[in-house]
């Protein structure tokens, strides 16, 4: 729980100052005066896991999927591009890039998605591109305000990362959609753990 700080029941999104002074907030600066990030301690928290699923007898090491929402999703494409074990990812309602960002002059993502440095050595689409040849599920990509995007800019966003795909033969490994539905996740979320990590 140490990088899950519950953060008051009555902040909104619409509240600024419980955005920028509640507990998420005051961990992400706790975080850079160590000189860590929200993000990658998370990271770690899922490669941790990782770890003990690969230990288990019970566990086929060779199918492990991660799967993320939101902030989550992040966290997912940044344990899969650090670890060849996760042989699929799927991210759902997640930031499109750090571009998207910077692009905008208001932004409605919490500042542990971030850190220093980030965009100037890196975007997400990178992170997806590390990913590759194995399984990637992009699913409903929000832009800085958490507005969701139709597939079509997502793609144009993430071309780097289907270039690298594409020169694998694996171009089908990686799925962008928009506008998907609670019934087309979920019915792609069993599709790709009955695959194990193969195509969707």
């Given at each position: 729980?140490?990088?899950?700080?519950?953060?008051?029941?009555?902040?909104?999104?619409t509240?600024?100052?419980k955005?920028?002074?509640?507990?998420?907030?005051?961990?992400?600066?706790?975080?850079?005066?160590?000189?860590?990030?929200?993000?990658?301690m998370?990271?770690?928290?899922?490669?941790?896991?990782?770890?003990?699923?690969?230990?288990?007898?019970e566990?086929?090491?060779?199918?492990?999927?991660?799967?993320g929402?939101?902030m989550?999703?992040?966290?997912?494409l940044?344990?899969?591009?650090?670890?060849?074990?996760?042989?699929?990812?799927?991210?759902?309602?997640?930031?499109v890039?750090?571009?998207?960002?910077?692009?905008?002059?208001?932004?409605?993502?919490?500042?542990g998605?971030f850190?220093?440095?980030?965009?100037?050595?890196?975007?997400?689409?990178?992170?997806a591109a590390l990913?590759?040849?194995?399984?990637?599920l992009l699913?409903?990509?929000?832009?800085?305000?958490?507005?969701?995007l139709a597939?079509?800019?997502?793609q144009?966003?993430?071309r780097?990362?289907?270039?690298?795909?594409e020169?694998?033969?694996?171009?089908?490994?990686?799925?962008?959609?928009?506008?998907?539905?609670?019934?087309?996740i979920?019915?792609?979320?069993?599709?790709?753990?009955?695959?194990?990590?193969g195509?969707?």
């Amino acid at each position: 729980g140490e990088t899950d700080p519950e953060a008051p029941r009555s902040s909104k999104p619409t509240d600024f100052k419980k955005f920028v002074h509640d507990s998420e907030s005051g961990f992400f600066y706790d975080s850079m005066r160590v000189g860590k990030t929200v993000l990658g301690m998370r990271t770690r928290d899922v490669l941790g896991a990782v770890d003990y699923l690969a230990m288990r007898p019970e566990v086929d090491a060779s199918r492990i999927t991660t799967i993320g929402h939101g902030m989550g999703g992040l966290v997912v494409l940044y344990a899969a591009a650090f670890d060849g074990r996760i042989r699929s990812v799927a991210a759902t309602g997640t930031l499109v890039s750090y571009s998207a960002i910077a692009g905008s002059e208001i932004y409605t993502h919490r500042f542990g998605s971030f850190g220093p440095g980030f965009l100037r050595d890196f975007d997400l689409p990178d992170l997806a591109a590390l990913i590759a040849p194995r399984t990637l599920l992009l699913q409903n990509s929000v832009d800085g305000q958490h507005r969701v995007l139709a597939a079509e800019p997502v793609q144009q966003t993430y071309r780097s990362a289907a270039e690298k795909y594409e020169a694998a033969g694996q171009r089908d490994r990686l799925r962008i959609t928009g506008g998907a539905t609670a019934a087309s996740i979920a019915r792609r979320y069993a599709e790709m753990l009955a695959e194990g990590g193969g195509r969707l």
